[in-house]
């Protein structure tokens, strides 16, 4: 039997436990931590179509995690994946339009990072248990909007742990910012910042690795973890998905046994579709990895250039999750594309932060554009795209899932490749009533995203999810704000230390 350890980016002497790593979220030199080894899939896709997506799910994190047992494991995958869920498929793949359309949010809180965060308490809880940690574990998030809630959602009265959030508060839609400043339970916070998203992740990366901070911390009976990405025990889950939605086109007779598929990820902190590829690494026959950007294009630019340069305007876009400048998992790729290299590692990543770029190596760029298209979507082709497949499909998609498409429809006209492809989509058209409704129709824009949710409704004929259900009404039980300097201090003053 095997035993796969985590190990930082930047030093390969960092060698952790998958429960350490978990716990840690961030390894204390910045690195990331990644898999010592991608396991394979051992079973054929015949064998695995009999599975539903709890036992895939347990199949996989047996394979990632093997420090924990199987019942560890059984309990909490079956505490995560139950009728928080909107159906026990929990994760549909749907034919529109000759694409097939990965549904990621029919979680509690209509995003993809429900995936996840609806399993990421239990996996630090049961990390906890095994380390005989007793200090109170307060999780640390930044959020460009949609994870943020789905960790208040997975966390709030969570015994023994505190969480709290940090959001741009002018860079989310309106009902995202609902979503998080009505969040019920006695262990959530939720602050607005003046800032962006990467000045959010940058703080809270920074607040992490602090060794002088950390001894405050432990003074008190503190100790940090990370709901965001960064968090290996948020990208292991993300496989699943991928793996399940082969499955399901092979049940459904759509692709034959290792037919190859694409896949089109709309991208921002590259999480998402870095877990494809993971799932790609175990076996699953991915042809093309489609990275999806938004006005925000620097990986655009990088993996059609090998020239990653953040120096760029930070743009609002109606895609917000993916209004990102510095995408944190990209680390994790190059770990990989470097062959494991932390040299090379320190280089690039000094580098983006004392001058913003970097340039990788040929070799690199060649290994990352094997792997990886890359495109980009306007704001007006992602208004059109929506109005595009309503009209043709009367399927609603969210902005971000636009992106997806959009790029794909490029990505199609300049490759001619008829691979059957699915598009990852990543939140529910509920969560952007507005933007979502304006591109079908510009007498929209009067309207407020609140009272845009039933006209939504009526239009698409489909049912309001109980998650945004007379959302206008609750009560705002968050109102702080702060600097973008005056995070840690924010924290500071929360844990009173
Ligand atoms: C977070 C998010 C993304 C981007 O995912 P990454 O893993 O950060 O690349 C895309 N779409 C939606 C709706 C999101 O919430």
Redesign the pocket.
């Known amino acids: 039997m095997y035993n796969i350890k985590y190990v930082s980016t930047r030093n390969n002497s960092i060698i952790k436990s998958c429960e350490e790593a978990i716990i840690q979220g961030i390894s204390e030199n910045g690195g990331l931590f990644v898999p010592t080894q991608i396991p394979k899939l051992d079973k054929s896709f015949n064998e695995l179509i009999k599975l539903n997506y709890k036992e895939i799910a347990l199949y996989v994190f047996k394979k990632f995690y093997t420090s924990f047992s199987n019942k560890e494991l059984k309990n909490c995958v079956d505490k995560a994946y139950d009728n928080k869920f909107d159906t026990p498929i929990i994760a549909p793949t749907v034919k529109k339009s000759n694409l097939y359309f990965l549904e990621l949010?029919h979680g509690p809180t209509l995003?993809?990072?429900d995936m996840a965060l609806s399993i990421l308490p239990h996996l630090i809880k049961t990390s906890c248990n095994k380390m005989n940690i007793n200090e109170e574990i307060v999780i640390l998030t930044a959020t460009?909007?949609?994870?943020g809630k789905a960790a208040l959602e997975g966390f709030s009265d969570v015994d023994n742990t505190k969480i709290i959030v940090f959001y741009p508060e002018k860079g989310v839609s309106k009902i995202q910012k609902q979503q998080m400043i009505t969040q019920k339970g006695n262990n959530t916070y939720v602050i607005g910042i003046d800032g962006n998203f990467d000045d959010a992740q940058n703080s809270v990366k920074e607040i992490f690795t602090s060794k002088k901070y950390k001894k405050i911390l432990y003074k008190h009976n503190y100790m940090f973890s990370s709901a965001n990405?960064i968090n290996i025990g948020r990208l292991i889950p993300?496989i699943v998905y991928y793996i399940y939605s082969y499955i399901n086109l092979l049940k459904d007779k759509e692709i034959v046994e290792n037919e190859m598929i694409n896949v089109v990820?709309?991208?921002?902190?590259?999480?998402?579709?870095?877990?494809a590829y993971y799932a790609k690494q175990m076996g699953l026959p991915i042809n093309k990895l489609i990275c999806a950007s938004n006005e925000n294009n620097v990986l655009y630019d990088f993996i059609n250039t090998g020239v990653y340069d953040k120096r760029r305007e930070f743009k609002t876009t109606i895609?917000p999750?993916?209004d990102?400048l510095i995408?944190s998992?990209l680390e994790r790729l190059l770990y990989t594309l470097s062959n494991n290299d932390p040299k090379t590692i320190n280089t690039l990543m000094t580098s983006l932060k004392s001058s913003g770029h970097y340039k990788v190596n040929n070799n690199m760029k060649k290994k990352l554009q094997d792997n990886f298209y890359a495109g980009y979507a306007t704001e007006k082709q992602t208004y059109e795209t929506i109005n595009t497949i309503f009209k043709n499909a009367n399927y609603l998609i969210?902005p971000?899932?636009a992106v997806a498409y959009s790029v794909y429809k490029d990505y199609k006209k300049e490759t001619n490749d008829t691979t059957k492809t699915i598009i990852a989509s990543?939140?529910s058209p509920y969560?952007f009533t507005k933007t979502v409704m304006k591109s079908l129709n510009k007498k929209y824009s009067k309207c407020n995203d609140f009272e845009l949710i039933n006209t939504m409704s009526k239009l698409s004929n489909t049912k309001i999810p109980n998650a945004i259900l007379d959302i206008d009404k609750k009560s705002i039980l968050h109102d702080t704000t702060c600097k973008k300097d005056e995070i840690k201090l924010t924290i500071s003053k929360i844990l009173k230390i």
Do not use: E, R, Y
């Not at 460009?144 to 994870?147: F, I, K, L, P, Y």
């Not at 990820?265 to 877990?275: C, E, R, S």
């Open positions: 949010f995003a993809f990072k460009s909007g949609d994870t990405s993300q990820v709309p991208t921002g902190n590259f999480g998402n579709i870095l877990a895609s999750s993916m990102i995408s998992n969210d971000h899932t990543t939140a969560k």
